[in-house]
T-cell receptor, first 112, second 109 residues
């Protein structure tokens, strides 16, 4: 089944403790992206990647890192999480940057 | 700055009603406009509209792109309780999709 797999689904962590949210897609898509979704603010792009070893900042990249060493994987790294990074995170992939995205199931992150 | 604005923010209707959701945009290098439905978690794809395909229909849902007015509408006829969701509009340029904040639709029996 074609899908984007995110893990974990839920995560509660403490301020400053490094964490990684994994994202993997099995559709051979070139384009991958991370979004966060907050009430009243909608989906905001954190980082995106047009292809392997190519990543770019989105609209809200501060406090996040990404890497794209393989086509299928695009992990999101929070080196020192803070409470304002509490949010619902989505990974998405697509054949093209402006084509229909396939979204992962989401990761609900709480930083206390 | 690129932006996508959806209206209304929220809509409450009875089953059987017809609803129209609006999306307007100011985005450089426009390539596509997409509609998504978000129920509990991940958004699911509904339609993609481009310069070469400005009208789409699937069952009770239909959408039109007006490139002159920089806007789109999503129509849902004969609404059902299963249509209750947040409907997201997104506009694609050369780099990414820019999302609106969504319209929350609630359909009551």
């Amino acid at each position: 089944e074609a899908q984007v797999t995110q893990n974990p689904r839920y995560l509660i962590t403490v301020t400053g403790k490094k964490l990684t949210v994994t994202c993997s897609q099995n559709m051979n898509h070139e384009y991958m992206s991370w979004y966060r979704q907050d009430p009243g603010l909608g989906l905001r792009q954190i980082y995106y990647s047009m292809n392997v070893e190519v990543t770019d900042k989105g609209d809200v990249p501060e406090g996040y890192k990404v890497s794209r060493k393989e086509k299928r994987n695009f992990p999101l790294i929070l080196e020192s999480p803070s409470p304002n990074q509490t949010s619902l995170y989505f990974c998405a992939s697509s054949p093209h940057s402006n084509y229909g995205y396939t979204f992962g199931s989401g990761t609900r992150l709480t930083v206390v | 700055e690129d932006k996508v604005v959806q209206s209304p923010l929220s809509l409450v209707v009875h089953e059987g009603d017809t609803v129209t959701l609006n999306c307007s945009y100011e985005v450089t290098n426009f390539r596509s406009l997409l509609w998504y439905k978000q129920e509990k978690k991940a958004p699911t794809f509904l339609f993609m509209l481009t310069s070469s395909g400005i009208e789409k229909k699937s069952g009770r849902l239909s959408s039109i792109l007006d490139k002159k007015e920089l806007s789109s509408i999503l129509n849902i006829t004969a609404t059902q309780t299963g249509d209750s969701a947040i409907y997201l509009c997104a506009v694609g340029n050369t780099d990414k999709l820019i999302f609106g904040t969504g319209t929350r639709l609630q359909v009551f029996p």
